[in-house]
């Protein structure tokens, strides 16, 4: 059974740089890609960054220059580095598995495993 658990949220200023982290079990992590959502109050689950089994990412733009996604195959985790964070910033964030490891992904459809979420909340 395939299983995300994220970590690393919590509550943080604005302008801090907090790193969450995706752990991954049950499954080939080599050869998926994986993405980052964050969804806030009362809003839909947005894209936020996705990273190929190349090491290739996409950001959204609202994140892009601030947040760096990666990936450890030996360690089957993703991290999502944040940094110069804004209240704009505060949501769940949402770590997904993508069995097509080779393209880019940025419908929540794309995704077949969903971890549970950490809260991020920025205060300001």
């Not at 998926?32 to 969804?39: A, D, L, V």
């Not at 990936?71 to 910033?89: F, I």
Request: proline share 3%; net charge negative; glycine share 8%.
């Amino acid at each position: 059974q395939v299983h995300l658990v994220e970590s690393g949220g919590g509550l943080v200023q604005a302008g801090g740089s907090p790193r969450l982290s995706c752990e991954v079990s049950g499954t080939d992590f080599s050869a998926k890609s994986f993405g980052w959502y964050r969804q806030a109050p009362g809003k839909e689950r947005d894209f936020v960054a996705n990273i190929l089994t190349t090491k290739s990412a996409m950001y959204a733009e609202s994140v892009k220059d601030r947040f760096i996604i990666s990936r450890d195959n030996a360690k089957n985790t993703v991290y999502l580095q944040m940094n110069s964070l804004k209240p704009e910033d505060t949501a769940v964030y949402y770590c997904a598995a993508n069995p097509d490891g080779f393209t880019i992904a940025t419908m929540t459809s794309d995704y077949d495993y969903w971890g549970q979420g950490t809260q991020v909340t920025v205060s300001s």
